[in-house]
């Protein structure tokens, strides 16, 4: 194994498939944390053929996106606190600002200036109306 992930085949495992295809139902604006993710695909059924055991919790699907997330909009899965993804901070701060996702500025106190994510706001549920999670 080459430690990637991949599969023999080149394919992406199983989870790293269902973490990406929970990446890209996230609506524009809205986002999800690691852990809500990790939640989800522990309450979803799995595709026919697909194993229902198995997965992991938040830094399962941290990794996931880390290794396979930039073909997905990886700057909504997210951390729980609302800090932006270290060292991509400018680049998710655009998605964010283009796509209207609710951002609270930054502390005066803050060293960067980088805004936060609006958790309350932006976080999102899974659900079809777009509620805010729980």
């Known amino acids: 194994m080459?430690?990637?992930?991949?599969?023999?085949?080149?394919?992406?495992?199983?989870?790293?498939?269902?973490?990406?295809a929970v990446a890209e139902?996230?609506?524009?604006g809205r986002v999800m944390t690691y852990g809500d993710v990790a939640e989800w695909l522990r309450d979803?059924?799995?595709?026919?053929?697909?194993?229902s055991?198995?997965?992991g919790g938040p830094r399962q699907v941290g990794r996931v996106m880390a290794l396979y997330g930039g073909a997905v909009p990886w700057w909504r899965v997210v951390r729980a606190d609302g800090r932006l993804l270290?060292?991509?901070?400018?680049?998710?701060?655009?998605?964010?600002?283009?796509e209207g996702t609710p951002l609270r500025t930054a502390a005066q106190e803050a060293e960067d200036h980088i805004p936060r994510l609006d958790m309350r706001q932006a976080r999102w549920d899974g659900q079809q109306n777009g509620g805010a999670a729980p």
């Open 2 to 20: 080459s430690g990637t992930g991949e599969t023999a085949e080149g394919e992406l495992p199983a989870y790293a498939e269902r973490v990406l």
């Open 25 to 28: 139902l996230i609506p524009a």
């Open 44 to 51: 979803e059924e799995p595709p026919e053929g697909l194993p």
């Open 53 to 55: 055991a198995g997965g």
């Open 86 to 98: 270290p060292g991509s901070e400018l680049r998710a701060l655009a998605h964010y600002r283009e």
